[in-house]
């Protein structure tokens, strides 16, 4: 019984900020690397940040100095703090586990973000 839930998402004005957070159980969390990953209506799911069981991170261009990753493993927890949000950052974004040894990854159920004035 795997679960990944997020949480944090919500409607906020061009220019502000938002925190989401995905807290894990059921998996041995410091063996697997983890995402965010987001989509919009119409669109193919993207990934937006991962962070490696190392604390390595990378970040798709559209977001690079603007979102921020980030894990807190005593808490089987990873952030991302979004800022400077924009019309284009609307999505529902997903977090992902993904097991550093075998072919296998986890998904959330998404958390809604609306960048709208």
């Known amino acids: 019984q795997v679960q990944l839930v997020e949480s944090g998402g919500g409607l906020v004005q061009p220019g502000r900020s938002l925190r989401l957070s995905c807290a894990a159980s059921g998996i041995l969390f410091i063996n697997y690397n983890m995402a965010w990953y987001r989509q919009a209506p119409g669109e193919q799911r993207e990934l937006v940040a991962r962070?490696?069981?190392?604390?390595?991170?990378n970040y798709a261009d559209s977001v690079k100095d603007r979102f921020a990753i980030s894990r807190d493993n005593s808490k089987n927890t990873i952030y991302l703090q979004m800022n400077n949000l924009k019309p284009d950052d609307t999505a529902v974004y997903y977090c992902e586990a993904q097991d550093r040894l075998r072919p296998v990854n986890y998904w959330g159920q998404g958390t809604q973000v609306t960048v709208s004035s």
């Open positions: 962070i490696g069981v190392g604390g390595s991170t």
